[in-house]
């Protein structure tokens, strides 16, 4: 078993939107901060978007709405190598993962395993 360096853990992002969506749900959205100030648009088109939705609120059901969305995921689990090198211990393969420096193979739990090469399949059809 190699040492964990850092376990699985989960964690929140946290984005704020501003939205403008009609009755069918079909809309625009656009980050802002928390306070709800629009952060600079990625392109001019963005941009032009957002004009043009603020020029008419009568196509939209919900009409410039902050709007909060919270999601989370897990971080995989990060351990050393017996070559000294971190390994994310995540599902490259099958349940395992490689060292990228020695390529050593470990299951997710950090338990060295053979080569995937030499696996065999004991399917029976």
């Known amino acids: 078993m190699i040492e964990i360096i850092k376990p699985r853990h989960t964690e929140e992002i946290v984005d704020y939107r501003i939205e403008f969506t009609d009755k069918d749900g079909n809309g625009c959205s656009f980050p802002c901060d928390e306070n709800g100030n629009l952060l600079p648009f990625a392109t001019d088109a963005a941009e032009k978007n957002y004009q043009n939705s603020l020029a008419h609120p009568e196509?939209?059901?919900?009409?410039?709405?902050?709007?909060?969305?919270?999601?989370?995921?897990?971080?995989?689990?990060?351990?050393k190598c017996h070559c000294g090198s971190n390994v994310t211990l995540e599902n490259q393969y099958m349940g395992a993962c490689e060292c990228p420096e020695c390529g050593r193979w470990y299951n997710l739990f950090g338990q060295e395993l053979i080569d995937p090469k030499g696996w065999e399949r004991d399917y029976e059809y």
């Open 59 to 79: 196509l939209f059901a919900i009409y410039n709405a902050f709007k909060i969305y919270r999601r989370e995921f897990t971080v995989p689990t990060v351990a």
